[in-house]
């Protein structure tokens, strides 16, 4: 069964180079790219209006937002190697401090949350994987060794108990943080990783990148489960939809799609760019309708809803 969506609104020209990366709280998208600064916009207006812009937040420009479920605490990792927490009060962002390592071009490359943004992970370009307590000063509580290659995507689950991380040679790895240990690596891929994403229930992880599919493992057993296959260049950005039953991917060609999981199709496509989707975010369901948004390489914030009765 196939759905529809609409294009609901769209900012052109968000900022003034491609948009890196997004995040979304239930109130607020957080979009990054790579200009120095972090502009922040309502999504509970139906203009998704500019609400605040965080100024010169990273000098070099900004690669990758995370922001925790709970809408509280939000990161930002830098071109330069800084990586900035960022907490909200009432509804306007401010830092809280920094993630303090050597700080070095590449050191802290992907970045991902806990639910209640007490733990940041992070990837580097050796491959180490980094869990943060970022409430208590950035200090640095995990550290896991994987290959040495490239973590080019991170995920934690929303209970903050696994970290998954994908890389460069194909690897995908699933870490114990209770217990500090690797709990699965993960078999069947080869190419580089973008993406990787847990189930909100986290018993499924999901890993693409340019092998243009979408890999499903259960996270605990570590057994692949489903192929997803339908994209025709590398993929960048994966997320889970908050009931678990869809997965919407981009690519670098520009499509954009929405999965079933349980049917384990495609449901719907949407291309309107030909130019790289660096980020796809699922937005807050607003009463019986889903919506989504996108954003790349044209510069612009693309949002969409579910139409009625699809």
């Not at 990783?193 to 499903?216: E, H, N, Q, W, Y």
Request: overall charge neutral; hydrophobic content about 40%; some cysteine.
């Amino acid at each position: 069964m196939s759905k529809q969506y609409l294009t609901s609104h769209r900012i052109d020209h968000a900022h003034i180079t491609d948009i890196f990366s997004l995040a979304v709280t239930r109130t607020q998208l957080l979009t990054a790219s790579g200009s120095s600064s972090i502009k922040i916009y309502s999504t509970s207006a139906p203009d998704f209006p500019l609400v605040q812009t965080l100024e010169k937040a990273h000098t070099l420009g900004c690669h990758h937002l995370a922001a925790s479920k709970n809408g509280k605490i939000a990161a930002s990792a830098g071109f330069g190697g800084e990586v900035i927490i960022w907490s909200i009060n009432g509804e306007k962002w401010a830092e809280r401090g920094k993630i303090m390592d050597s700080n070095k071009a590449g050191e802290v490359w992907a970045i991902a949350l806990s639910e209640d943004g007490q733990y940041l992970a992070s990837t580097s370009i050796d491959g180490r994987i980094n869990v943060w307590d970022a409430l208590a000063d950035g200090v640095k509580i995990r550290e896991f060794e994987t290959k040495g290659s490239y973590g080019m995507s991170i995920d934690l689950s929303r209970d903050g108990k696994f970290t998954a991380s994908g890389h460069e040679n194909g690897g995908v790895y699933i870490f114990n943080n209770d217990t500090g240990r690797l709990f699965h690596s993960l078999p069947g891929l080869v190419n580089p990783i973008r993406a990787v994403a847990f189930s909100p229930g986290g018993k499924l992880l999901a890993a693409a990148g340019d092998s243009k599919t979408i890999a499903l493992y259960d996270a605990f057993t570590g057994e692949q489960i489903a192929i997803l296959t339908g994209h025709g260049a590398w993929i960048f950005s994966i997320d889970w939809s908050d009931t678990g039953e869809y997965v919407l991917s981009g690519a670098f060609d520009g499509k954009l799609k929405v999965w079933s999981i349980e049917q384990r199709i495609c449901v719907a496509t949407h291309s309107e760019t030909d130019q790289t989707l660096w980020s796809v975010k699922w937005l807050p369901k607003t009463g019986r309708n889903e919506g989504f948004v996108a954003a790349g390489a044209n510069r612009s914030i693309s949002f969409y809803r579910e139409a009625m009765g699809s």
